[in-house]
C-alpha cells in the first residue's frame, strides 16, 4: 500500500502522497503509523521536514526479492525503512548509468544471471547491509540518489535444526532453509516466513 501511483488496480492510501500528503489524514485512518513518522522525526539526527509519502510491503513464503532500484525522486530526499517479523540483508548496488569508469582502478565486474547474482551479487562494490527486525534503516545523500537498494533472491541452505533455531529463533520443520548471506556466503541468516516493511519517505 502506498499513496504514490503506480498501477491503475491498485488501492491507494487514504493519505496521499508528495505534495499532497494528507497528515491529518493520516493521523485519522493509522494513528500508529502517524506516531512512528513523529518518532522518527523526533529521535533522528537527520533534520527532517514534510512527509511525502508512506509505503507498507508484505511478503511471505520468504520470498523476500527485491530487484536494484531507485525510489522515485518524488518520494524525497531522507527515506526510512522499517523491517518487521523477519531479519533481511539489504544490498547497495551502483547506479551504473552514474559511474564515472575514469575514476575506477579496474573495471568493475558486474553480474546479470541470477544464479551468479545469488551466489556473488550484482557487482563487486556492493554493500550489504543487515536490517534486523524492528530496526530502521536510512538512505539519504548518495545511499539514496546514487545506488540503488535490493535484496537478492537468497540462497537454499541444507542447515541443523539447531542452527536454524539459533539464527533466527524459528525453528523450521525442514532443514533446507531460504537464507540471505551478508557480506560472503559463509555468513548466513536465515529468512522467516514473512517479512514487512514500512517506508517513511520525508522532504
Not at 491507494?12 to 522525526?41: E, K, V
Not at 537454499?156 to 535444526?161: F, I, S
Not at 525442514?174 to 522467516?192: Q, Y
Amino acid at each position: 500500500m502506498t499513496g504514490r501511483p503506480e498501477a491503475p488496480q491498485q488501492i491507494h492510501a487514504p493519505w496521499g502522497y508528495g505534495d499532497n500528503f494528507n497528515i491529518i489524514m493520516l493521523q485519522s485512518t493509522a494513528p500508529f503509523l502517524y506516531s512512528l513518522a513523529n518518532r522518527i522525526c523526533d529521535q533522528t539526527s537527520i533534520p527532517l521536514t514534510s512527509l511525502r509519502d508512506i509505503t507498507i510491503n508484505y511478503r511471505n513464503n520468504r520470498m523476500f526479492l527485491l530487484d536494484p532500484h531507485i525510489d522515485p525522486a518524488l518520494d524525497g530526499s531522507k527515506v526510512f525503512i522499517l523491517g518487521l517479523k523477519s531479519n533481511v540483508v539489504f544490498t547497495l548496488t551502483p547506479d551504473l548509468d552514474q559511474l564515472d569508469a575514469s575514476t575506477r582502478m579496474k573495471p568493475l565486474k558486474i553480474r546479470t544471471t541470477p544464479t551468479a547474482i545469488a551466489l556473488a551479487s550484482w557487482t563487486d562494490d556492493d554493500v550489504d547491509i543487515l536490517l534486523e527486525k524492528r530496526s530502521l534503516l536510512c538512505l539519504t545523500g548518495d545511499s539514496r540518489y546514487k545506488w540503488k537498494h535490493a535484496i537478492r533472491t537468497g540462497l537454499l541452505v541444507n542447515m541443523n535444526p539447531k542452527e536454524v533455531l539459533e539464527s533466527s529463533n524459528t525453528l523450521l520443520p525442514s532443514t533446507e532453509v531460504l537464507c540471505d548471506w551478508w557480506g560472503d556466503v559463509n555468513t548466513l541468516l536465515p529468512r522467516e516466513p514473512e517479512r514487512i516493511s514500512v517506508i517513511f519517505a520525508f522532504k
